[in-house]
């Protein structure tokens, strides 16, 4: 075991604050990774706050992880000191179940193990994430990332990214279809960079026309107004693929009308109830509405030679881990654009 040190919150209402706390050694098939960027995701803020009734106390968040290797076990076949890598939402799984076995882990049926707020496999030792100085994780669920890209911005891809390319790449994405990406926020902006890059005709629907500028210079080639009515009918039924990307409940009838037949809406932003779904917006034209999480590993790591080869990375707001909080604060104002992610050098000065 070694000391790590790091930032951690100890109760639902009380704010986060510096920490020290031990690692496991590196084992034969692990990773130890000095963290230079971590991510902030909305979900910290909502684990953090035991929003979903499971948090797990004291808390280190953080699943957004960039960083330099600086220790690798005997039997690590993918990496070296000093490659950068990066980690996500998940450091296991049960390997051995068919999701597993089909490079699926975050579909594990015993239940992946997330990278904080959970348990080490077969122990009661706690998980702790991003927001420190130092992570040990299992090769197998660590990436590569290039060099050639902007380390900071590329930490929320291991969240923000990966949740929004998997579906993309599920649903088969591609040259000469129409896609909408429903609301412009942390996921929605990888949404329409990636759809973009994929070779789609990419539509920014939203509530507010202010942030059509913003969503064109992303890649955007149309914005859609949701809340008009007119906009709305002259869009009525030409759809390929949504992605749905507002993290909050709400009436999902209006996009439904949006889609071809035969046409998928995913949703990745919404974990809890949204208005009920009329039998009319999916049995006329058989259209579905889909879910999707993060990535399995193979894919979250084919998502970062993507992102390499294509020079995409996430709009990113630094800020030093001493100002955290007021982070959280911004964040649930959605002042950000479009994601928040801790230089961790500034852990030094805590």
Request: hydrophobic share 40%; with cysteine; aromatic share 8%.
């Amino acid at each position: 075991m070694f000391q790590a040190r790091g930032y951690a919150v100890h109760s639902a209402t009380t704010p986060l604050v510096p920490f020290s706390f031990t690692r496991r050694d590196t084992g034969a098939h692990d990773v130890r990774i000095e963290i230079l960027y971590s991510g902030i995701c909305h979900s910290d803020l909502h684990q953090a706050r035991d929003d979903w009734r499971n948090a797990l106390y004291p808390m280190v968040p953080g699943h957004e992880i960039v960083g330099r290797v600086v220790e690798v076990g005997s039997s690590v076949q993918k990496f070296k000191v000093g490659d950068y890598a990066g980690v996500g939402c998940m450091v296991d799984s049960c390997r051995h179940c068919s999701a597993c076995r089909e490079n699926l882990e975050q579909y594990c049926e015993e239940g992946a193990t997330w990278t904080y707020n959970g348990k080490e496999r077969g122990s009661d030792q706690l998980t702790f994430g991003g927001y420190s100085d130092q992570i040990v994780v299992e090769e197998r669920f660590v990436v590569k990332v290039s060099a050639d890209l902007d380390l900071k911005a590329v930490a929320p891809l291991l969240c923000a990214g990966i949740t929004t390319y998997s579906p993309l790449r599920h649903w088969n994405v591609g040259p000469g279809q129409k896609v909408g990406v429903i609301g412009l926020g942390g996921l929605g902006h990888m949404g329409v960079k990636f759809a973009k890059a994929l070779g789609a005709h990419v539509v920014m629907i939203t509530t507010s026309r202010a942030k059509g500028q913003d969503a064109s210079r992303l890649g955007a080639d149309e914005v859609l107004v949701s809340t008009d009515s007119a906009d709305m009918a002259a869009h009525a039924g030409s759809f390929d693929f949504l992605l749905n990307t507002i993290p909050v409940g709400h009436d999902l009838n209006p996009y439904m009308a949006l889609l071809k037949r035969d046409r998928t809406m995913a949703l990745v932003g919404v974990l809890t109830d949204t208005e009920p779904l009329a039998g009319v917006s999916v049995i006329f034209g058989r259209k579905a509405v889909a879910g999707s999480a993060i990535g399995g590993m193979v894919e979250t790591q084919e998502m970062m030679d993507f992102c390499a080869e294509h020079g995409i990375v996430s709009d990113v707001e630094i800020v030093p881990i001493q100002a955290v909080n007021e982070a959280y604060e911004r964040l649930l104002k959605n002042d950000v654009k479009y994601r928040f992610v801790i230089d961790m050098a500034s852990l030094a000065a805590a």
